[in-house]
């Protein structure tokens, strides 16, 4: 895989660990179950986010620290860390930010939740009739799917899939031939449901449920019969989930990751959760069980796993415990019945989710599929889901005859197995399917429809046309309703020609070709951002006024730092919101003091990446796929594209960066030492997302 070559070494000291800083993120998130503002049932789904960050950040991050401790990597990252130091110093706040959450759900929630009525029966509460049901659905629903497995010379120990519900045992007695291992696993099969609703009748409150792991701890001693059971105890492991492939064997990329996909499940152990009544002794065994040690234990009180609580919010039906409904708007040029061919001609579209509907991007692809002067669609394919009506109008386009093109990313993370399905289907149906570049993973977000038109002027003749749609999110109708994100439609020749561009070098071979407007990863874009960021430090000091202010997910990229950090000793304001892991330190005098780093974190993820620089007045606006990584700048195929008419300049301004430098509600403020403060107003509060739910949807809820 291409590595950019590294030739300037920068001081460790300007640099925040990678690690830390993502754990720092999940703190924030989890601000928002302690911020009783959020409504209550909204509190509780982002606790469970918290649960699942983590899950990944321990099967990728914690495993790449391990892999490298175990290969001997002594060299210190940019940050200045070893592995062994970053894994120690991550170990200790995961540990704490764990406990943190726990603290959250039991002292917290769970009462806050029981105070509505909605109440999660512990064991020794149920009542006879309770416990009459419960002892039924046992028998009838667990009973016939569980395997015990004692452990003795016969039965070694078994395996144990990544991040599954399992029960370590611990017994005493004989059993019918005589053996008395003293311990047995039981696994906890992944299609019975980890919560449990209790009929109205005999849940004694309005919404009451029991776990899983309650029903089997009451009645694990049937697995046993004859034998005395001394303990049982949840436990779950987390393992190694990232995967590899050598690109000087594969011969054919999805053939090798369906070999792949399936060894996931079975990687390197990198965490071990028990609950906190695990015995020392059982803690020990299965540490050794997984080749662990001590600071990869997380002892919990509670269930081991709290992501499974994220369907409760769906099975509860109280309203008034959830975030108001709203409805998203249209641009005013797609308000009516509309031809969005004759729309885009008008002039170029801009669509800002949520707020406003992603119906316009899909609508967009069907037209052209039931066009019958549209002859050739091409897209990229990053995350869309195993139930997508993008790929299935592909389908229908393939199968009509349509050229199609799809350039689909096996290698996007944890949607490796929906993409394979996909790529199979629209290879049977007729489209051309190509997996990008090796070793690249194809990130840009790009839609190409070629249709046939007759000329202007009302000559017989024709023509083809292009029209795009590029975006910052993914092609997923679903997250389009969480994620705020930046699309485009445009009839604008050059960006159509440079779309076509990218499409050409992606499914050919050939060398890169100067684009008319577009900025293209591995190629321009790196270079590109540090030449506009020198830029508005040298107009610093040329004494002209200047400003810069960027919107991503994450920064880490050292030398765009340092730009930035002599971009602010130059006297430029820099202002940046980063959502994630940021390595920057701002606020440090002679370095920094001219740099704000901010995180919003509020009811939908902020996933937009938008780049402005005052540029000597020209106010160069770009939306992009990519953020400020080294693996964005250089190992994937990422567009950053210019916005070019000005009214839609100044609409991003005012909805994608003003109101969040604003927001007062839901931002968190960065210090030099990578901690966040909570900014809030003494009077009243203003959240950019509420105002721009106010402002743009048709629906708006009460403020």
Request: glycine share 6%; with cysteine; hydrophobic share 45%.
């Amino acid at each position: 895989m291409n590595q950019p070559i590294r030739t300037k070494c920068f001081p460790a000291e300007h640099f925040l660990n990678r690690e830390l800083s993502l754990l720092a993120f999940n703190r924030r998130v989890l601000g928002q179950t302690a911020d009783e503002g959020v409504p209550l049932l909204e509190r509780l789904r982002f606790l469970c986010i918290v649960s699942s960050n983590l899950d990944e950040f321990f099967e990728i991050r914690v495993a790449g620290l391990k892999e490298q401790i175990k290969l001997g990597v002594v060299a210190a990252n940019q940050d200045g860390h070893t592995p062994h130091e970053a894994f120690r110093l991550v170990s200790a706040q995961a540990h704490d930010l764990v406990a943190e959450q726990y603290e959250l759900l039991n002292r917290t929630l769970f009462p806050a939740l029981e105070k509505q009525g909605i109440r999660f029966l512990r064991r020794d509460t149920w009542n006879e009739t309770q416990a009459a049901w419960i002892k039924d659905y046992f028998f009838r629903e667990l009973m016939p799917v569980l395997t015990p497995i004692g452990l003795d010379p016969a039965h070694p120990f078994p395996r144990v899939l990544n991040k599954s519900l399992n029960f370590a045992v611990e017994l005493e007695g004989k059993d019918a031939f005589g053996r008395s291992s003293g311990a047995a696993i039981v696994q906890a099969p992944r299609v019975l449901p980890r919560v449990i609703r209790l009929p109205d009748a005999i849940a004694g409150v309005a919404h009451g449920f029991v776990f899983l792991s309650s029903v089997l701890h009451a009645h694990v001693g049937e697995l046993f019969s004859g034998m005395s059971v001394r303990g049982c105890y949840q436990f779950r492991v987390t393992r190694n989930s990232d995967l590899w492939v050598d690109e000087e064997e594969v011969k054919n990329l999805r053939i090798a990751l369906q070999g792949e996909l399936p060894q996931r499940h079975f990687g390197d152990a990198v965490r071990l959760e028990v609950a906190d009544n695990c015995s020392d002794v059982m803690a020990d065994f299965l540490l050794q069980q997984f080749a662990l040690g001590y600071d990869d234990l997380y002892r919990v009180p509670g269930i081991v796993n709290p992501v499974r609580l994220m369907q409760v919010p769906d099975l509860v039906d109280r309203p008034d415990l959830k975030y108001p409904p709203f409805k998203s708007s249209l641009p005013k040029v797609l308000t009516k019945n509309y031809d969005i061919f004759v729309s885009i001609r008008k002039q170029d579209i801009l669509l800002h989710h949520p707020f406003q509907s992603f119906s316009p991007v899909v609508e967009f692809l069907e037209q052209a599929v039931d066009d019958p002067s549209v002859v050739a669609i091409k897209m990229t394919v990053y995350r869309t889901g195993t139930d997508s009506i993008l790929m299935e109008l592909l389908l229908r386009a393939a199968r009509l005859g349509k050229e199609v093109t799809v350039v689909v990313e096996l290698m996007a993370r944890f949607d490796e197995e929906a993409n394979i399905n996909w790529a199979a289907k629209l290879e049977e149906g007729g489209a051309h399917v190509v997996y990008g570049v090796f070793g690249f993973k194809t990130h840009a977000k790009m839609l190409l429809v070629v249709r046939r038109e007759e000329s202007e002027g009302g000559k017989s003749s024709s023509a083809l046309r292009r029209y795009v749609h590029l975006g910052t999110g993914n092609y997923h109708p679903r997250t389009a309703k969480l994620y705020t994100d930046f699309g485009l439609l445009s009839c604008n020749e050059g960006l159509c020609a440079d779309v076509n561009e990218v499409f050409k070098q992606l499914t050919g071979l050939g060398k890169a070709s100067k684009l008319n407007h577009m900025l293209l990863a591995p190629f321009t874009l790196h270079n590109a951002m540090l030449a506009a960021i020198r830029n508005e430090a040298e107009k610093a000091r040329a004494g002209k006024r200047v400003r810069i202010i960027a919107k991503m997910n994450a920064l880490l990229e050292p030398e765009i730092i340092e730009a930035l950090y002599d971009a602010s000793q130059a006297g430029v304001t820099i202002d940046l919101i980063v959502r994630g892991a940021c390595a920057l330190r701002p606020g440090i005098a002679g370095l920094s003091e001219n740099i704000s780093v901010r995180s919003v974190v509020g009811r939908f993820l902020e996933h937009s990446r938008i780049f402005y620089f005052y540029a000597d007045g020209a106010q160069k606006m770009y939306l992009s796929s990519a953020d400020w990584m080294d693996r964005n700048f250089f190992r994937r195929i990422e567009l950053c594209f210019p916005v070019l008419e000005p009214k839609l300049k100044r609409r991003i301004l005012k909805e994608g960066l003003l109101p969040y430098l604003a927001d007062n509600a839901q931002s968190w403020v960065m210090n030099k030492d990578g901690d966040y403060r909570r900014k809030r107003s003494r009077k009243k509060g203003f959240s950019a997302q509420q105002a721009l739910l106010a402002e743009l949807c048709q629906t708006a809820p009460p403020t």
